[in-house]
């Protein structure tokens, strides 16, 4: 059984609604990531926060916010998606970049929110 | 821009034969990991190499780095239809807190 929990397992909104995902961790970890994934393709990172400051948005559109409410917690809101927005959108959890700049170590993921934007 | 590149994209073997997935990469990297992802669920972390390791055990899993080349392999033996999956190396930059996913290898194991 996974250790990050997220929800909801599946959503279904149209283009006009605002909705959640969330996800939770009780590891420890300092650093929590979102990536979209879609069919058949790697994940993509959205987007890492370190110690709950937001490190890293890879250009991400501003319908896609997210939030670190504390250090076991992360939420991505949703607002004016499109169609192709569906995807399932997977969040992480890890220890922070490892001492000596020796970079990311294990991630460990959620099962993901499968996201359908109609 | 998408660091990893993996082959081959599918692979289709027999139970207890052994799967062979490569994967190369662009730049400088303080580690590559392998993780496996069953259909529609989420990733699930295999290994990690360290940029200064050539071979790594675990299991039936063997995987070797070779920075010169910029490529890693991930060999599982003795394959069984649980092994069924995608697997995904990643690469971490240097200094970086991004890891990077490359194309995935689609691995069938038919009982």
């Known amino acids: 059984d996974t250790e990050v929990t997220q929800t909801p397992k599946h959503l279904v909104m149209g283009m006009t609604n605002k909705k959640s995902l969330k996800c939770e961790q009780h590891?420890?970890?300092?650093?929590m990531y979102w990536y979209k994934q879609k069919a058949k393709k790697p994940p993509e990172l959205m987007f890492v926060?370190?110690?709950?400051?937001?490190?890293i948005n890879e250009s991400v559109p501003s319908r896609f916010s997210p939030e670190c409410p504390n250090s076991s917690l992360l939420n991505l809101h949703l607002h004016a998606l499109q169609p192709e927005d569906s995807a399932l959108y997977l969040c992480?959890?890890?220890?922070?970049?490892?001492?000596?700049?020796?970079?990311?170590?294990?991630?460990?993921f959620g099962e993901g929110s499968r996201l359908t934007v109609l | 821009s998408q660091q990893g590149e993996e082959d081959p994209q599918a692979l289709s073997i027999q139970e207890g034969e052994n799967a062979t997935m490569n994967c190369s990469y662009k730049?400088?990297?303080?580690?590559l990991q392998w993780y496996r992802q069953n259909s529609g669920r989420g990733l699930v972390h295999l290994i990690l190499?360290?940029?200064?390791?050539r071979e790594k055990h675990s299991g039936r899993l063997r995987v070797t780095l070779d920075t010169s080349k910029k490529s890693s392999s991930l060999l599982i033996t003795a394959s069984r239809a649980a092994d069924t999956a995608s697997y995904f190396c990643?690469?971490?930059?240097?200094?970086?807190?991004?890891?990077?996913f490359g194309e995935g290898t689609q691995l069938t194991v038919n009982p």
């Open positions: 992480a959890s890890s220890q922070p970049g490892l001492a000596g700049g020796r970079g990311t170590g294990e991630l460990f």
């Open positions: 590891m420890g970890h300092r650093a």
């Open positions: 926060y370190s110690y709950e400051k937001l490190s």
């Open positions: 730049t400088s990297i303080n580690n």
């Open positions: 190499i360290r940029s200064n390791e």
């Open positions: 990643a690469t971490g930059a240097l200094g970086g807190s991004r890891l990077t």
